[in-house]
């Protein structure tokens, strides 16, 4: 029996990621059943894995690892599954059960967007403890600097993520660093990128 065209195979694409964006799982079986492709890009260079991480859902994450979706896939802006699984400005909320299942899967903890901003970088700025921990317990590098020269806890002290800065200072001790890391002077000649979590929605 003949494979799907390609008009069929685009149209088989289309399908599955709309099927991904609105978490029916099923129906995604279906398709990957039918010959769509998991691992198919769209105009963003995002996956199906991609999507259905930044929207938190798990039991979809998993199928569509258990189809051989590719953990370490990046879009065009260099983010992947992973990262995009940290933290959803929509939702104001990141996803440690997905981070967890992607570093499960393989998942690059270290693996830098812009500015060499890495996981653990982005889910502290953003005041995700649960990711945050999830990350430290995997074995992301507290003491590794973005291209300002600036670690995770440098890039959040000056907020109130009480939760988060303990973690990453116990973390920086842990590490052998002291005291002096945690000093509010940033490194000469070093830019400060910060974060700022919106209030939740009421």
């Known amino acids: 029996m003949a494979g ?24 995604v079986r279906e398709l990957l059943a039918a010959g769509a492709d998991v691992n198919a890009r769209i105009s963003d260079g995002a ?8 929207d938190g859902n798990l039991a979809l994450v998993r199928a569509l690892l258990d189809a051989g979706a590719d953990v370490g896939a990046t879009d065009s802006s260099g983010w992947t599954a992973l990262t995009k699984a940290v933290y959803n400005a929509s939702l104001n909320r990141g ?15 270290e693996a830098p967007i812009g500015y060499g901003i890495r996981p653990l970088m982005l889910a502290a700025g953003y005041g995700e403890t649960a990711v945050v921990e999830t990350l430290l317990a995997a074995g992301a590098d507290v003491l590794a ?35 002096g890391s945690c000093a509010t002077k940033h490194p000469p000649g070093s830019s400060v990128i910060t974060f700022r979590k919106p209030p939740p929605r009421s």
């Not at 799907?4 to 149209?11: I, K, S």
């Open 4 to 27: 799907p065209t390609n008009g069929q195979r685009m149209a088989l694409q289309d399908e599955l990621l709309s099927a991904v964006d609105v978490g029916r799982i099923d129906r």
């Open 47 to 54: 996956t199906p894995l991609m999507h259905a991480a930044h």
């Open 95 to 109: 996803f440690a059960d997905v981070v967890q299942a992607l570093i499960d899967a393989g998942g690059n903890v």
């Open 145 to 179: 600097r973005n291209d300002g020269g600036l670690t995770a806890l440098m890039m959040v002290k000056e907020k109130f993520y009480v939760d988060v800065i303990n973690l990453l200072y116990e973390a920086e001790h842990n590490a052998g660093v002291g005291e």
